[in-house]
């Protein structure tokens, strides 16, 4: 039954964040990618402030994937860098924590354009 409740939490977390970007993007002059780093960005502000972490224990998948769940594991990268390497550790650190998303994220991005031709419109 456990499992049952974390999913749910997590799919109305997860709801409710990728809602707000629905509303803005629908309803605001705001350009999809400026709301996308704002995302990212919110989630780096809510994780050094120690707010996105309790968030991130309750909900799990639901804060972890979306953009703010990439601004989340930044700020822990970076957090984590710091420690081990001082100063130098905000660039490594950050990088390192994030370098398996952004890999994928190209590699997938690749194959999709081979198979689908994508064009302008």
Same mark, same amino acid.
């Given at each position: 039954m456990t499992v049952c409740i974390n999913c749910l939490w997590a799919f109305l977390v997860g709801g409710a964040l990728c809602?707000?970007?629905?509303?803005?993007?629908? +309803?605001t002059k705001l350009t &999809?990618?400026? %709301?996308l780093v704002s995302y990212v960005v919110i989630g780096v502000v809510l994780t050094a402030i120690g707010v +996105?972490? &309790?968030?991130?224990? *309750?909900?799990g998948a639901g804060a972890t994937v979306p953009l703010t769940g *990439?601004? +989340?594991? !930044?700020?822990m990268g970076i957090k984590e860098g710091i420690k081990q390497?001082?100063?130098m550790g905000i660039l490594s $650190? $950050? !990088?390192?924590?994030?370098?398996? $998303? %952004?890999a994928a994220? %190209? *590699? *997938?991005? !690749?194959?999709m354009a081979l198979i689908f031709k994508p064009g302008d419109k």
């Open positions: 809602t707000v970007g629905q509303v803005l993007i629908d +309803y &999809p990618a400026r %709301i +996105y972490d &309790p968030l991130v224990k *309750f909900a *990439f601004g +989340y594991s !930044l700020a390497y001082g100063i $650190g $950050g !990088l390192t924590a994030t370098s398996a $998303g %952004i994220a %190209i *590699f *997938f991005g !690749l194959i």
